[in-house]
């Protein structure tokens, strides 16, 4: 495994990091890489998918609703 060295860390951060490990049981450095570990694995935010789940969800509504695309230009135009 290779080693990461981060400088200049504000002391406060390292505080709340310290604290964050002793509250899960944890030492400094297995904390750290859970988080790092964690943050590697997220998946990218996708915000077409979110407006697709949110666009399936209004559908299913009986209401309609109009496409504002041609408003949202004609107000950027000015």
């Given at each position: 495994?290779?080693?990461?060295?981060?400088?200049?860390?504000?002391?406060?951060?390292?505080?709340?990091?310290?604290?964050?490990?002793?509250?899960?049981?944890?030492?400094?450095?297995q904390?750290?890489?859970?988080?790092?570990?964690?943050a590697?694995?997220?998946?990218?935010?996708?915000?077409a998918?979110?407006?697709?789940?949110?666009?399936?969800?209004?559908?299913?509504y009986?209401?309609?609703?109009?496409?504002?695309?041609?408003?949202?230009?004609?107000?950027?135009?000015?």
């Amino acid at each position: 495994m290779t080693d990461i060295l981060i400088r200049n860390v504000p002391e406060d951060v390292l505080g709340k990091l310290r604290q964050k490990a002793a509250d899960n049981k944890r030492s400094l450095q297995q904390e750290l890489l859970l988080i790092i570990e964690s943050a590697a694995a997220e998946d990218k935010y996708n915000a077409a998918a979110s407006a697709s789940i949110i666009r399936e969800k209004l559908a299913s509504y009986e209401r309609s609703y109009s496409d504002s695309t041609a408003l949202i230009r004609e107000d950027r135009s000015r």
